[in-house]
């Protein structure tokens, strides 16, 4: 109940299209849903996050879709470029403990 | 905003060997702190947790234990390094509802 599941593992998308990952989880008590952007030999960052009282979050290209009844979110990545090339983590929790991350997503944008 | 500090950035150790990582965290009071390991392509695994001073809980079994003398330090510790304790070790902060943060991460390659 506890779990994060995400897909696909690895995407490859050209430069100019829509990335899309997507993550399910479990437990009904999680009311927080960050992605995570991480490079190559650095710390994960947090890209964007939404709370389940809304069911999208826009900042610039990223969206964040969200499927209360489904329990079910995903991240957009519109107009992917290159220097989006990254592993993706999804990540939910309750009341900012109990952090369950998704195994990620290696997303490689083609030029 | 929170910054969040860790070193050394890299450490080569024999087997054997004590080991002692240190977190800092800047910009907040009375944090979550949090540590995990990450092996190579892999995704995050949580090692243990801290709510506060001298509280700490451990995710999994292993040859490491963690301590918080003060409110935003947070290290991590070994005894004798086991060639499966190497990888990537990345520390995290966070407050209640809001979503964790990490530092650039600590790369440990057991010999």
């Known amino acids: 109940q506890q779990q994060v599941k995400q897909s696909p593992q690895s995407l490859i998308v050209q430069k100019g299209g829509i990335s899309i990952i997507n993550c399910a989880y479990e437990?009904?008590?999680?009311?927080?849903f960050p992605w995570y952007q991480q490079f190559p030999g650095k710390g994960p960052a947090l890209l964007i996050a939404?709370?389940?009282?809304?069911s999208e979050k826009k900042e610039g290209r990223f969206t964040i879709s969200f499927n209360k009844s489904a329990k079910q979110f995903s991240l957009h990545i519109m107009d992917s470029q290159p220097g989006d090339s990254a592993t993706y983590f999804c990540?939910?929790?309750?009341?900012?403990?109990?952090?369950?991350f998704g195994p990620g997503t290696r997303l490689s944008v083609l030029p | 905003s929170q910054t969040i500090h860790q070193w050394p950035a890299t450490l080569v150790q024999p087997v054997g060997s004590p080991l002692s990582l240190e977190c800092t965290v800047e910009?907040?009071?009375?944090?979550?702190l949090y540590w995990y390991r990450q092996a190579a392509g892999r995704g995050l695994q949580l090692l243990f947790y801290?709510?506060?001073?001298?509280?700490i809980s451990s995710e999994v079994p292993q040859n490491l234990s963690a301590s918080r003398p003060q409110d935003r330090q947070f290290i991590l510790s070994s005894k004798k390094l086991l060639l499966s304790d190497s990888g990537f070790y990345l520390c995290?902060?966070?407050?209640?509802?809001?979503?964790?943060?990490f530092g650039p991460g600590t790369r440990l390659t057991v010999t």
């Open positions: 990540a939910a929790s309750n009341y900012g403990q109990n952090f369950v």
């Open positions: 437990n009904t008590a999680f009311d927080y």
């Open positions: 939404i709370r389940p009282d809304v």
């Open positions: 910009g907040t009071s009375n944090p979550n």
């Open positions: 801290s709510v506060g001073i001298g509280q």
């Open positions: 995290a902060a966070g407050t209640d509802r809001f979503g964790q943060y």
